[in-house]
């Protein structure tokens, strides 16, 4: 078995320049770290499938769910197993009822840009994940009208497929992150996630002074560097398993996961970022701290993201929220 083929676990071709030496060291020793939670979490669990909230099922939760439980535990952390348990046939009635024609468009037009690095989401693919994904946002963008379908959905869906393999539960989690976990994100205004970039612009001041006075001396805008790891929940920008990591605690403890991996990420690479001297200098920083080995550790990874920001409650977030967003609407 080798851990890195061509084509990773989940379908994703490997790129051109993809180091495999390092890789394969990595796995080998998270391959222990796997084994070891994966009979933990089978304790845990004995057999029957169902978890109450609490500070052990947290810790367990931060330090990896085994892929073969992850789908099961994201439904229960994230209440999507509950609305669907409340909702029977629901889903299915979305997908047979009357369609708005402009969402189904701008949803086709999408299908082929989502995963090309993706064999199982290839036409050629058999089952092809495209006609599931395409289900899946199609219910939702009638579920939820004021939303209806934006880009960057597709690929939270598509993330979804692969872990779920379900075509009801992604649609039920999908729900989770868009209608409760992150707010506001992806309605026609984007309110709440102009806001949580101000936020984040906010937190970087209070944590690592020096970035923040960078960005401003060249009239950066942190959109400019981190909306899309804000819109895509780090998909395309971190590697998958670290991503899978970051979204198990995301369905357990809530969006200030994505502050905690942000501040992360520009704390530890502070002395790089601040070698830019120019615009478009720190736009490539902060391309390039997005890769190689701290974030491909993802185990080490994600305990740097629990010690590295250092406290940050939920209550903090909330209060810089309201500030934010009042300077956004002001502004108009």
């Known amino acids: 078995f080798s851990a890195a083929g061509m084509v990773d676990p989940y379908g994703f071709e490997r790129p051109e320049d993809f180091d495999y030496a390092s890789y394969e060291a990595f796995f080998s020793r998270y391959l222990v770290v796997l084994t070891r939670r994966a009979i933990k979490w089978s304790k845990l669990l004995k057999g029957n499938n169902s978890i109450q909230k609490s500070l052990k099922v947290k810790r367990y939760i931060r330090k990896g769910i085994?892929?073969?439980?992850?789908?099961?535990?994201?439904?229960?952390v994230s209440g999507a197993q509950a609305n669907m348990e409340q909702n029977p046939g629901y889903y299915?009635?979305?997908?047979e009822g009357e369609k708005n024609?402009?969402?189904?468009?701008?949803?086709?037009?999408?299908?082929?840009?989502?995963?090309?690095?993706?064999?199982?989401?290839?036409k050629t693919a058999d089952p092809c994940l495209q006609h599931t994904l395409y289900n899946v946002l199609v219910a939702y963008g009638h579920h939820n009208k004021a939303v209806g379908?934006?880009?960057?959905?597709?690929?939270?869906?598509?993330?979804?497929?692969?872990?779920?393999k379900n075509e009801e539960e992604s649609f039920w989690l999908l729900d989770a992150l868009i209608g409760r976990i992150l707010p506001d994100y992806y309605s026609p205004a984007m309110l709440g996630l102009k806001t949580d970039q101000e936020v984040l612009g906010e937190l970087v001041k209070m944590k690592v002074p020096a970035v923040a006075e960078l960005m401003e001396r060249h009239g950066v805008m942190w959109t400019l560097v981190v909306s899309r790891w804000f819109i895509c929940?780090?998909?395309?920008?971190?590697?998958?398993?670290?991503v899978l990591r970051i979204w198990d605690c995301l369905f357990y403890e809530g969006s200030k996961i994505i502050f905690r991996v942000a501040l992360t990420l520009i704390?530890?690479?502070?002395?790089?970022?601040?070698?830019?001297?120019?615009?478009?200098?720190?736009?490539?920083?902060?391309k390039q701290i997005t890769k190689g080995t701290f974030v491909t550790e993802c185990h080490s990874f994600m305990q740097k993201i629990f010690t590295d920001p250092g406290s940050l409650s939920m209550a903090t977030i909330n209060k810089l929220r309201e500030t934010c967003r009042e300077k956004l609407l002001s502004q108009g």
Request: one cysteine or more.
């Open 149 to 164: 379908y934006c880009q960057g959905m597709n690929f939270i869906a598509g993330y979804l497929i692969l872990i779920t």
């Open 267 to 286: 704390k530890q690479h502070q002395t790089f970022i601040l070698e830019a001297t120019n615009f478009p200098d720190i736009c490539d920083k902060f």
């Open 66 to 76: 085994p892929n073969e439980h992850r789908a099961l535990i994201w439904m229960i």
């Open 101 to 122: 024609d402009k969402l189904v468009e701008a949803i086709k037009t999408d299908m082929n840009r989502t995963f090309p690095d993706n064999v199982k989401f290839r």
């Open 92 to 95: 299915h009635r979305l997908l």
């Open 233 to 242: 929940l780090f998909i395309d920008i971190l590697p998958v398993e670290t």
